[in-house]
């Protein structure tokens, strides 16, 4: 298996300013591997939220997480700020797959890099529906970077 590189600031489109916490730190000193998952997370919907396509509370459509994936390169330390970087890989016609980018304030390789693939169903039934289009017109400029 080939090592895979990181990506670098130019790759993405879109970024979060987020603070480590206290708690994101583990034994061994380092921000924990699961807590990627938390801001890969957390910048997506963030993106969703302020582009107005996810009421998380109200709307017919929702997004569930069926798979991710991380690479790790270097490690995040608390109190250390991070800019999570995000674009769009692939659209499906009811699941999108995002890629993130965790990259130490400043950074120009990313520290870590993954995936994270949402399939939109509808929120009642919990069965895949057509991606809206107001979500996928809110997407594309993530995909054509």
């Known amino acids: 298996m080939t090592k895979p590189l990181p990506t670098t600031r130019a790759d ?5 300013a987020i603070p480590t916490r206290w708690s994101d730190n583990d034994v061994y000193g380092h921000v924990n591997n699961v807590v990627y998952y938390s801001y890969f997370d957390t910048v997506v919907n963030e993106y969703l939220m302020r582009t107005g396509v996810l009421d998380f509370e ?11 994936h991380c690479n790790y390169f270097a490690s995040i330390v608390f109190p250390e700020r991070i800019e999570a970087g995000l674009r769009v890989a692939k659209f ?8 993130v980018a965790i990259f130490s304030e400043g950074a120009s390789e990313a520290a870590a890099h993954g995936h994270f ?8 039934t919990r069965k895949p529906v057509a991606l809206p289009d107001a979500l996928r017109a809110a997407l594309e400029p993530l995909a054509n970077a």
């Open 12 to 16: 993405y489109p879109h970024f979060l």
């Open 58 to 68: 109200r709307g017919a459509t929702i997004g569930l997480v069926v798979e991710t």
């Open 117 to 124: 693939v949402h399939v939109y169903v509808d929120r009642v």
């Open 92 to 99: 499906g016609a009811t699941s999108v797959r995002y890629e």
